[in-house]
T-cell receptor, first 110, second 114 residues
Framework: QKEVEQNSGPLSVPEGAIASLNCTYSDRVSQSFFWYRQYSGKSPELIMSIYSNGDKEDGRFTAQLNKASQYVSLLIRDSQPSDSATYLCAGSGGYQKVTFGTGTKLQVIP | DGGITQSPKYLFRKEGQNVTLSCEQNLNHDAMYWYRQDPGQGLRLIYYSQIVNDFQKGDIAEGYSVSREKKESFPLTVTSAQKNPTAFYLC?????????????FGPGTRLTVL
């Protein structure tokens, strides 16, 4: 099992809908989790960090962490065409190293 | 205006040449990282440094070298020993390398071997 796994997509949603991005992880990266947004040709931008079970909301974004099932998700409400990008899930097992998934490409259709 | 800068934005290298990629941060972060990104792949860690004058190999360090002489700077040298260096190189930094180690990225350097 890869340490951090994501469906590569593309995930297509209509404008205004909720986009749901999912990520599973192994025991080695079970402490801290991060979601990054990466536009084509650009560097990743940190959107959310989550460290404990439950939901964390920031504007239109909600990160959800379920340590028992080893998954973390990102919900984007009222999706906009500007949200079209690749979303990287990342996890850390504690100190030093963060492991990144290969990313899910999101397309928001106007 | 705090942030991470990388230069150059684009770099072309002939086979057999060593090239050095610059990374500078003014965020007062202790930890710095170098990643490589290839199409369709996630970010792979090359080297990281938790403190000045100290650095550790990541998952794909072969053919690369780094130095950390100043807190603000973490240059990466791609040597001729790196067999397939064409990639997008990303530098990142975090306050420290502890549990809550949110990493922030520079704009990247795109390296192409001619």
């Amino acid at each position: 099992q890869k340490e951090v796994e994501q469906n590569s997509g593309p995930l297509s949603v209509p404008e205004g809908a909720i986009a749901s991005l999912n990520c599973t992880y192994s025991d080695r990266v079970s402490q801290s989790f991060f979601w990054y947004r990466q536009y084509s040709g650009k560097s990743p931008e940190l959107i959310m960090s989550i460290y404990s079970n439950g939901d964390k909301e920031d504007g239109r974004f909600t990160a959800q962490l379920n340590k028992a099932s080893q998954y973390v998700s990102l919900l984007i409400r009222d999706s906009q065409p500007s949200d079209s990008a690749t979303y990287l899930c990342a996890g850390s097992g504690g100190y030093q190293k963060v492991t990144f998934g290969t990313g899910t490409k999101l397309q928001v259709i106007p | 205006d705090g942030g991470i800068t990388q230069s150059p934005k684009y770099l072309f290298r002939k086979e057999g040449q060593n090239v050095t990629l610059s990374c500078e941060q003014n965020l007062n972060h202790d930890a710095m990282y170098w990643y490589r990104q290839d199409p369709g792949q996630g970010l792979r860690l090359i080297y990281y440094s938790q403190i000045v004058n100290d650095f550790q190999k990541g998952d794909i360090a072969e053919g690369y070298s780094v130095s950390r002489e100043k807190k603000e700077s973490f240059p990466l040298t791609v040597t001729s020993a790196q067999k397939n260096p064409t990639a997008f190189y990303l530098c990142a930094s975090s306050i420290d390398s502890g549990l809550y180690n949110e990493q922030f990225f520079g704009p990247g350097t795109r390296l192409t071997v001619l």
